[in-house]
């Protein structure tokens, strides 16, 4: 039962960190920047869970290109198709982080012995 609680909390913080991306997405605009947080949360959550490290890049890179539809749709603001279509590419940085973070987790046994 303590796991599932714990499971579900890391779930809430990939949600909150999801959101945080895509709304620095929004107000700054910069996908590299994003990319950058989006490959920093994905690599701490891959360290703090890394059993089935594949969902937090799911979690979390999905909300750029939503958000990026949401202030196209709702706050009217100006969002060019390609800017959408490149907001895909977090899910690289993403993939990356969270495999990352998985392997650094291993790294203290892997020395120690």
């Not at 579900?8 to 605009?29: D, K, M, Q, R, S």
């Not at 996908?31 to 979690?59: D, I, Q």
């Not at 603001?77 to 987790?105: C, D, K, S, W």
Request: hydrophobic content about 50%.
């Amino acid at each position: 039962m303590k796991d599932e609680t714990t499971d579900a909390l890391v779930f809430v913080l990939a949600g909150g960190l999801g959101i945080l991306n895509g709304y620095v997405e929004i107000t700054v605009g910069d996908l590299l920047l994003t990319s950058f947080l989006a490959l920093a949360f994905t690599m701490l959550l891959g360290f703090l869970r890394p059993h089935s490290s594949w969902r937090w890049p799911l979690v979390i890179c999905t909300c750029v290109p939503l958000a990026r539809v949401f202030a196209t749709t709702f706050l009217h603001e100006y969002t060019q198709r390609a800017q959408i279509y490149e907001a895909f590419l977090v899910f690289l940085p993403g993939m990356v982080g969270a495999y990352a973070g998985h392997f650094l987790r291993g790294v203290p046994n892997n020395i120690l012995g």
